[in-house]
T-cell receptor, first 106, second 114 residues
Framework: GIQVEQSPPDLILQEGANSTLRCNFSDSVNNLQWFHQNPWGQLINLFYIPSGTKQNGRLSATTVATERYSLLYISSSQTTDSGVYFC????????FGSGTQLTVLP | SAVISQKPSRDICQRGTSLTIQCQVDSQVTMMFWYRQQPGQSLTLIAT?????????ESGFVIDKFPISRPNLTFSTLTVSNMSPEDSSIYLC???????????FGSGTQLSVL
């Protein structure tokens, strides 16, 4: 199966700062998704983005399928953005990366 | 999106016992999955729950240890059998909507085995 690598593993921000999270995958995928797991464990689907760019409020994501990577941008971060961000990609079943632990300080 | 109800939300169990986790979806979905998240780790797919037939298990997971039922398009159960402390994890039900490939998760079951 494919390998999914996320960076950075940990990120600490001051409220209001911007950040970029990266996801690299080892092979072509036809499905790429970003998730946020809040501190209470709930997983929220942020984007389904096998290619191109999408925006949802302060979050946006870009996938460059030909270069096998995806980026998640968080602008004007808030304390509620804290948690773990996972990307997951597949050609068959989703494989999750190891996640980026984001902490936003007030 | 789909509303997914999973229960129990948490349980503490004794070694050697079994626990059945239920997952109920508010609409018919084609694909249902069970994931495990070990402490501080990422998510690993256990199996795909197939309606009316045996589940499809991923490498490292077997039916005797994780029997799965899926009697209809809105409901599934996962049983963790003959538990040991190594089974302490969060178990998550997830579904793909009919409209596309987005994956949605239930709130998870936090299992601790003593």
């Amino acid at each position: 199966g494919i390998q999914v690598e996320q960076s950075p593993p940990d990120l600490i921000l001051q409220e209001g700062a911007n950040s970029t999270l990266r996801c690299n995958f080892s092979d072509s995928v036809n499905n790429l998704q970003w998730f946020h797991q809040n501190p209470w464990g709930q997983l929220i689907n942020l984007f389904y983005i096998p290619s191109g760019t999408k925006q949802n409020g302060r979050l946006s994501a870009t996938t460059v399928a030909t270069e096998r990577y995806s980026l998640l941008y968080i602008s004007s971060s808030q304390t509620t953005d804290s948690g773990v961000y996972f990307c997951a990609g597949s050609a068959r079943q989703l494989t999750f990366g190891s996640g980026t632990q984001l902490t936003v300080l007030p | 999106s789909a509303v997914i109800s999973q229960k129990p939300s948490r349980d503490i169990c004794q070694r050697g016992t079994s626990l059945t986790i239920q997952c109920q979806v508010d609409s018919q979905v084609t694909m249902m999955f069970w994931y495990r998240q070990q402490p501080g780790q990422s998510l690993t797919l256990i199996a795909t729950a197939n309606q009316g037939s045996e589940a499809t298990y991923e490498s490292g997971f077997v039916i005797d240890k994780f029997p799965i039922s899926r009697p209809n398009l809105t409901f599934s159960t996962l049983t963790v059998s003959n538990m040991s402390p190594e089974d302490s994890s969060i178990y998550l039900c997830s579904v793909e909507t009919r409209e596309g490939e987005k994956l949605f998760f239930g709130s998870g079951t936090q299992l601790s085995v003593l």
